[in-house]
């Protein structure tokens, strides 16, 4: 695939200020729910609700569904600062993301995809 095909980000962002946001986050709202959430074997969805507040999931669907309209690096920016406290809440806010990336497909019947419907 050659570099002009690949849709470009829509916004940018300081990538150090947004690092620290993250690294932020992760301390404020992964720190103190991991180990409960190991211990009683559940999910605090409250984290889901933290993360959307904090605009970490989304973050590369277009503004106008409810995104950041940020790029993939930004997304592996936020994975990897909530990866250092637990990565297992990381990857549930990536799912969550992959989740309604998906939906945000099949909800717009006229868009083209990779797969071509």
Not at 52 to 74: F, H, K, Q, S, V
Request: aromatic residues 6%; charged residues 25%; glycine residues 6%.
């Amino acid at each position: 695939m050659n570099s002009s095909a690949r849709p470009v980000p829509v916004n940018t962002v300081d990538r150090t200020a947004f690092r620290d946001m993250c690294a932020h986050f992760a301390r404020r709202e992964i720190a103190p729910r991991w180990q409960e959430a190991d211990r009683t074997r559940t999910f605090p969805r409250e984290f889901l609700v933290a993360a959307a507040r904090a605009g970490l999931i989304g973050i590369t669907a277009d503004e106008a569904l409810g995104g950041a309209g940020l790029g993939c690096y930004e997304e592996a920016i936020a994975m990897e600062e909530m990866s250092k406290i637990n990565p297992n809440l990381a990857v549930a806010v990536l799912c969550k993301t992959s989740r309604d990336r998906s939906c945000t497909n099949t909800a717009r019947p006229n868009k083209k995809t990779s797969r071509g419907a």
